[in-house]
């Protein structure tokens, strides 16, 4: 992830409560306003987090080995089988 990136969610969390992280589409724009020079890293971040909360993650989920690796292996598999588009 872009250093931008991460400083502007370090921001973002700070200002807003790891509630932020569940909203991945408002999430999503506060990113646009704050970096719209880092598309491509602000959409890689907003999709895996749109999945993970799709697959029930929380920011309040005590992460553990089990479902670390679960939430991981899910998402590499779906990135992997989604066909390539051209990032701007």
Not at 65 to 84: E, M, Q
């Amino acid at each position: 992830m872009e250093d931008i990136t991460k400083q502007v969610l370090k921001e973002l969390v700070k200002d807003y409560g790891v509630g932020i992280l569940e909203d991945p589409d408002r999430l999503s724009q506060f990113l646009e306003d704050r970096c719209p020079s880092n598309k491509a890293a602000n959409f890689r971040l907003t999709f895996a987090l749109r999945y993970l909360v799709k697959s029930g993650w929380t920011p309040h989920v005590k992460i553990t080995d089990r479902n670390d690796g679960l939430y991981t292996a899910r998402l590499v598999n779906t990135w992997v089988s989604l066909p390539r588009m051209q990032m701007m």
